[in-house]
């Protein structure tokens, strides 16, 4: 049987967390570091490809948006 009471806590904190991700992604743009900048950083660090990387900020961007649903104020 499915533990409904435990599945929608599990949502809710997965849906906390996709936006505290796309929240800090948001705010470290706004800090003043360029896209750009950003890319090379994670570039020089891991070695992973720089249009993989801005395939990830570009979607890390729209998580909030896509995958959660409005907060209540």
Not at 20 to 34: C, D, E, P, V
Not at 49 to 72: A, C, M
């Amino acid at each position: 049987m499915i533990d409904v009471k435990n599945l929608y806590s599990s949502s809710e904190k997965i849906a906390k967390e996709i936006r505290m991700i796309s929240r800090a992604f948001k705010n470290m743009s706004n800090a003043g570091l360029k896209r750009e900048t950003i890319v090379l950083l994670l570039h020089n660090m891991s070695g992973v490809g720089k249009t993989d990387i801005r395939n990830i900020l570009f979607s890390i961007e729209r998580l909030e948006k896509e995958y959660t649903n409005p907060e209540t104020p």
